[in-house]
T-cell receptor, first 111, second 115 residues
C-alpha cells in the first residue's frame, strides 16, 4: 500500500523569506511520480511542481523547488521569496493509477 | 493540460435527496477520477470512472451511494444519493494525462452542504 505523510499541519513564513514543507512517502513501485499541489480557499487544486522518481535532478519551477531523496523516501518543497499569494493548503501526492495525498500543510504568509 | 468544467460549484441539499455533479473535459481522456474532501481533510479517492463499463470503487465507497456514469471520454457524472449531513464535503473530479505531460488536473470542485 502507498502512504504519504505530511507531519507539519501548519507552517508560517514572513513575506520574502524561505520556507520548507516536509513530505515522506512509502511505495513498493520503482517508477512513480511525486507532486505538490496548492489549494487556496477557492478550493481549486493547482499543480505546483512534479518530480519523476527516475530523475535524480531535483525539479524547480521559479520560486518553488524540491529536495527529492529517493532512498529516504523524502520529498520536501522549498518556497523562496514567499509572497502573500502563496498562502494556501499544500498537499504532497504520490502517483499510483490515481493520486494518494498526504493530509496537507496549511501555509500562512505574514507581511 | 486538459481543462475541466465542473458543475455545480456549490449546493445546499435536504437530507434524503440526491445531487448529481457533472464534469466536462475539453479533450478526450482515458483516466478520470472522483475524489471527496471532507471539511478540513485531505482528498480521498472515491472511484475511477471507466468509459463503457462500471466504475471501480475504492474501499468504503459503494455504487448504490455514489453511482457514476461515464458515457464518453469527455464527460462523467457523480451522484451522491440519499444524502445525510455526513456527506457534506467538497467533491472533485480529476483527469490524468500520460506521457511527457504526465500529471493530474482537477475540476474546480463542488461544495456540498446537506441540511
Amino acid at each position: 500500500a502507498q502512504t504519504v505523510t505530511q507531519s507539519q499541519p501548519e507552517m508560517s513564513v514572513q513575506e520574502a523569506e524561505t520556507v520548507t514543507l516536509s513530505c515522506t512517502y512509502d511505495t513498493s513501485e520503482s517508477d512513480y511520480y511525486l507532486f505538490w499541489y496548492k489549494q487556496p480557499p477557492s478550493r481549486q487544486m493547482i499543480l505546483v511542481i512534479r518530480q519523476e522518481a527516475y530523475k535524480q535532478q531535483n525539479a524547480t519551477e521559479n520560486r518553488f523547488s524540491v529536495n527529492f531523496q529517493k532512498a529516504a523516501k523524502s520529498f520536501s518543497l522549498k518556497i523562496s521569496d514567499s509572497q502573500l499569494g502563496d498562502a494556501a493548503m499544500y498537499f504532497c501526492a504520490l502517483s499510483g493509477y490515481a493520486l494518494n495525498f498526504g493530509k496537507g500543510t496549511s501555509l500562512l504568509v505574514t507581511p | 493540460s486538459a481543462v475541466i468544467s465542473q458543475k455545480p460549484s456549490r449546493d445546499i441539499c435536504q437530507r434524503g435527496t440526491s445531487l448529481t455533479i457533472q464534469c466536462q473535459v475539453d479533450s478526450q481522456v482515458t483516466m478520470m477520477f472522483w475524489y471527496r474532501q471532507q471539511p478540513g481533510q485531505s482528498l480521498t479517492l472515491i472511484a475511477t470512472a471507466n468509459q463503457g463499463s462500471e466504475a471501480t470503487y475504492e474501499s468504503g465507497f459503494v455504487i448504490d451511494k455514489f453511482p457514476i456514469s461515464r458515457p464518453n471520454l469527455t464527460f462523467s457524472t457523480l451522484t451522491v444519493s440519499n444524502m445525510s449531513p455526513e456527506d457534506s464535503s467538497i467533491y472533485l473530479c480529476s483527469v490524468g494525462a500520460l506521457g511527457v505531460n504526465y500529471g493530474y488536473t482537477f475540476g474546480s470542485g463542488t461544495r456540498l452542504t446537506v441540511v
